[in-house]
């Protein structure tokens, strides 16, 4: 089986710096849900311990992962303007 090399969470010789918020961060921006708005909340209520983390750390990240959820809660509505559920699937 192959290794899996290890992240270098810090590297004093490395340019790069590992930034756990901005990893949080991408992660719940990337995988949040376009479907419905049931989904949406599904997705912020099953990984409140990680957001609850990068607030801790990060709360520059925490703000705009909240402001992300806001905006992506306001493109599913919009598309679910006619008279419908909108916990209904998205029309695409």
Sequence with gaps: MPQIPP??????DSKKKFDFAESIYLAMFHFM??????????????????????QRMSPKHYDKLIADFKA???EILEKNQDNKDPNETAVR
């Design 72 to 74: 992506r809660k306001k």
């Design 7 to 12: 992240i270098p969470i810090w590297d004093p």
């Design 33 to 54: 849900p376009t479907d419905t708005v049931e989904s949406l909340e599904n997705h912020y209520r099953d990984n409140k311990k990680a957001v609850a983390t990068m």
